[in-house]
């Protein structure tokens, strides 16, 4: 997580610029902001937003592109839908990168690593769960969430070590026998944040949650 500027060949984050800006517009296009007119939803988005920059602070860092943090991907993209999760998750970003005053170059990297794919595998699990599975509070909780979160992480975790190997930053022996199995740890770890976090919202603030409808999940079951 987290790619600094010099880690790796300038060749590598024109590549991240041109795969991450096409799907952060995409998402600002398709992104459903009317929902955001509501100020109680605004202010959610934007607490989730200025909640998930801190959370992003307090890391672990091993070496240069090699940290560990909670990510609130899936979290996210529950509450708010896969574009708008992009688009809040983005700024999480750029929050970041403003404070640690470098990474401008692998901002494209960073955004596909550590936004756009685990937006996707969160969304892509939600979908295919509620169109396979029934509609039950349980399968909501355990899997969409919780497993959910376990897996974006841990597609995070693959997604980058296998970029640093394929770009020589570091032995691919070391990344894959060493590293990644830290990052399937904190899979764990975001998988009973997220677990919790969205029990909450979908007991006490379901109007946060754009993914959950109580009419389905709750009432006459």
């Excluded at 992104?31 to 007119?37: H, S, T």
């Excluded at 989730?48 to 592109?65: E, N």
């Excluded at 401008?104 to 599975?133: C, K």
Aim: aromatic share 16%; hydrophobic share 55%.
């Amino acid at each position: 997580m987290n790619l600094p500027d010099t880690l790796l060949p300038a060749a590598w984050h024109w590549v991240g610029w041109i795969a991450f800006a096409p799907m952060l517009a995409f998402a600002v296009w398709r992104a459903p902001w009317g929902r955001l007119q509501h100020s109680v939803l605004l202010n959610a988005w934007l607490g989730t937003i200025v909640c998930l920059m801190v959370l992003w602070r307090i890391a672990a860092g091993v070496q240069p592109g090699i940290s560990f943090h909670f990510l609130g991907a899936t979290l996210f993209t529950l509450m708010a839908g896969p574009h708008l999760a992009l688009a809040g998750l983005t700024l999480v970003l750029l929050g970041t990168t403003i404070w640690e005053g470098s990474g401008w170059q692998s901002f494209g990297l960073n955004g596909v690593t550590m936004v756009a794919i685990p937006v996707a595998v969160s969304y892509a699990l939600y979908r295919l769960i509620e169109t396979r599975l029934p509609n039950n509070f349980f399968v909501y909780i355990f899997l969409t969430a919780f497993a959910g979160a376990g897996l974006a992480v841990a597609a995070v975790g693959v997604s980058t070590t296998s970029l640093l190997a394929g770009a020589g930053a570091y032995p691919s022996g070391q990344l894959f026998d060493v590293y990644l199995p830290y990052y399937l740890l904190l899979a764990w770890s975001e998988a009973l944040f997220t677990g919790m976090i969205l029990t909450l919202f979908v007991v006490y603030k379901p109007e946060w949650v754009a993914t959950f409808d109580d009419r389905r999940y709750l009432r006459n079951k």
